[in-house]
């Protein structure tokens, strides 16, 4: 057998391009006579901007850290060890470029027993251990605190997490088995399962120590040093510390049936991680730490050799690396100084753009509409919003001052818009108006004005067809809400110059939105992609599928909601709008639900009822309902839905709709919120070979997004 050192060693020469991180031993003398005290410091040598990993070869300093610490405490020359990182950062754990390199189960196994062996160590020291929690810590660093014997937070601390079930792992070096049995299995529940599946919710250092994962919290400005004191004190037998007795009877197994029903509400059963970590947590109950590393060993194993997590990793680095750095973006020197801002519109998106784009470039933002009522209405809102946030200690009173002063409305373009640089509009979707409202706004604005449409779906090059400068109109889609869903569209039109486009992505960039570069094609990417799905899915029920049935179809797939929700989230008479768009553009395609048609009509807001507090079908839209008599099964309709969406993908990427496949799942994922798990969309086509069914081939090489081969 193997010894772990032995075992990190083989590991670090599959991965020779780790970062890899030290483990600094110190001695000191603790405060109050307490004894001579050993502190290790995790440190990667980097700014808190490259945060401290474990991969093997840190995992091995760690290990070699603990031997000599070992010996110390068992020949009696110091009283305790303690474990911190560097500034702002204590760890943020396993090291995930390491794992998408993994080929081998017996590699991802080595990966799992390796933390634990050496993780373990810390527990097992003939002398008490301390975890001084001073920075960001997730995922494996948060773990190996786990295995000390007490714990102290930084209430400066911002992000505290196991986010491991957010990208397809358990919480795999003890996680899983320690925590319910430190602070219950209510709180590990949350912890580990409804804060991931929650957008990777994290938890501030307040929040870790009200939890009980922490024994004491102090500030963060001489936060070492409190908790020195903190630690003499605990070792001199002056403070005890009291830790809750954990219910193993009824509560547990309530615990883990609540994880259950929150995993099967956000992914239905089709992501395998939240399941896996409940089953371990599930059988922590009995307090048999070794059974639950065992058990998180095999299921870390399971899960890195499987599709989901490596989907999970490639969507976490879309989001991280490619969000931030926009494929065809141009030279971002080209881009122009926007020191005012004019919205025209003052409906609901109007002012949510109005109050974004004040929250974000601090400027002066203008909003107007056709008449005094409505332009006081948008700045009501915003001047509201602002208040909100200071209600909620988000900003001062002097900050929410500046910012009311900084937004203003006026009926009169030439008064608003004459010294803006950035100008958009949000009006009725009718390329009639937006080309009308672009003519008054070129007869005002400088010369060198951006103007940008929040267009969902029509040609931007045929908006600016009729200026004088039709070169400075961009498209500038954004998502509903636009405080929430990160993706912003940004369209080239036939005519758009290089420093319109590159003054858009550097505005996108202050209002910290994902931006993606799309060509100026029919609605898009996220709402064609959509249309298409949800068409399809209107199309079975048409043809004679009872609602329920298609709709349950694409469960499967965990998306965060069911079409027909979505569509009334969106709005009946938009998507209605939407499909109309694509039908004159793409006939033999898109259809035009004439059922859907009927409900716009009929004025409904949706298809469903909530009078019992889930949906139902509306009786009312049932009455309207006319269907053929052709009845699929789920599994048809999931095929004919994913069959319609793999095609489209494939249409879309022959026209250059956007650079790559990486782009399309980019756009779902921060635009359409969908789940990590499925890699956005096009890993999960090639997963479950519908990109070779429908299009000959597979949307992303083997390895991206996969097990290498």
Request: some cysteine.
């Amino acid at each position: 057998m193997s010894t772990t050192a032995e075992l990190l060693k083989q590991a670090s020469e599959l991965f020779p391009d780790e970062v890899v991180t030290q483990a600094h031993v110190r001695h000191f003398d603790l405060p109050l006579g307490a004894g001579r005290f050993a502190l290790i410091t995790l440190d990667n040598g980097l700014d808190h901007t490259k945060p401290t990993t474990f991969g093997p070869a840190s995992l091995a300093n760690l290990n070699a850290a603990i031997d000599q610490v070992e010996k110390e405490a068992a020949d009696g020359e110091i009283v305790g060890a303690g474990l911190t990182g560097k500034p702002f950062i204590f760890a943020v754990g396993a090291d995930l470029k390491g794992v998408e390199i993994l080929k081998e189960y017996e590699h991802a196994l080595a990966i799992g027993k390796g933390g634990h062996e050496v993780f373990k160590r810390l527990s097992k020291l003939a002398v008490p251990t301390f975890a001084y929690y001073n920075g960001a810590a997730m995922g494996g660093g948060v773990e190996v605190g786990l295995h000390c014997t007490y714990r102290t937070v930084s209430a400066a601390l911002p992000a505290f997490s196991l986010p491991e079930v957010f990208l397809g792992l358990v919480p795999g070096w003890g996680g899983c088995a320690l925590l319910p049995n430190l602070i219950g299995p209510e709180k590990a529940v949350s912890v580990i399962i409804e804060n991931s599946l929650n957008q990777n919710k994290q938890l501030k250092g307040k929040q870790v120590y009200e939890l009980g994962i922490a024994d004491a919290i102090f500030e963060g400005a001489d936060f070492l040093e409190q908790s020195l004191i903190w630690t003499a004190t605990v070792l001199k037998g002056e403070i005890e510390i009291e830790r809750p007795v954990i219910d193993r009877g009824e509560a547990w197994d309530q615990a883990v049936a609540k994880g259950r029903f929150i995993a099967d509400s956000k992914v239905h059963g089709a992501a395998p991680a939240a399941y896996r970590a409940l089953d371990i947590i599930a059988a922590a109950k009995n307090g048999d730490l070794q059974q639950g590393y065992d058990a998180e060993d095999k299921a870390l194993a399971d899960l890195i050799m499987g599709g989901e997590l490596r989907s999970g990793i490639y969507a976490f680095n879309l989001v991280q690396k490619r969000g931030k750095r926009p494929a065809g973006a141009p030279d971002k020197n080209l881009a122009r100084p926007v020191t005012k801002v004019g919205v025209v519109g003052a409906g609901l998106m109007a002012s949510q753009l109005a109050l974004l784009f004040l929250r974000r470039l601090e400027v002066p933002v203008v909003l107007t509409d056709i008449d005094q009522e409505r332009v006081d209405k948008g700045v009501g809102y915003v001047h509201a919003e602002i208040d909100k946030l200071l209600g909620k200690g988000r900003i001062n009173q002097d900050k929410a001052n500046r910012l009311k002063a900084l937004v203003s409305g006026v009926l009169d373009k030439a008064e608003g818009f004459a010294d803006a640089d950035f100008v958009i509009e949000a009006v009725f979707e009718e390329i009639g108006i937006k080309q009308q409202v672009f003519a008054e706004v070129e007869a005002v604005a400088p010369a060198h004005a951006i103007f940008a449409t929040n267009t969902s779906s029509l040609s931007v090059s045929e908006m600016a067809s009729k200026l004088k400068n039709p070169e400075r109109v961009v498209g500038f889609h954004f998502f509903n809400p636009v405080a929430v869903l990160p993706l912003l569209e940004i369209v080239r039109g036939e005519k758009t110059d290089d420093a319109s486009l590159a003054t858009a992505f550097a505005v996108a960039k202050k209002l910290k939105k994902t931006a993606v570069l799309t060509k100026d094609a029919p609605a898009f990417v996220v709402n064609r992609i959509l249309t298409r799905f949800m068409g399809e899915i209107q199309n079975v029920i048409d043809e004679g599928t009872p609602v329920d049935v298609a709709e349950k179809a694409v469960e499967p797939l965990g998306l965060p909601m069911s079409p027909l929700v979505l569509l009334e989230l969106v709005g009946p008479a938009i998507g209605l709008h939407v499909s109309e768009t694509l039908n004159r553009a793409f006939p033999d395609r898109f259809t035009v639900s004439p059922n859907l048609a009927a409900v716009v009509k009929a004025g409904k807001r949706g298809f469903y009822v909530y009078d019992s507090g889930k949906p139902e079908l509306d009786p009312e839209v049932a009455a309207l309902l006319e269907q053929g008599d052709s009845v699929l099964t789920e599994e048809r309709v999931r095929t004919r839905v994913l069959d319609a969406v793999a095609q489209e993908i494939g249409i879309m990427l022959d026209e250059g709709v956007v650079a790559e496949a990486q782009d399309i799942d980019l756009c779902l994922i921060t635009g359409a919120g969908w789940p990590f798990h499925l890699g956005g969309i096009t890993p999960y086509l090639d997963r479950e070979g519908v990109s070779e069914r429908v299009n000959g081939k597979r949307f992303l090489a083997q390895g991206v997004a996969s097990v290498p081969a």
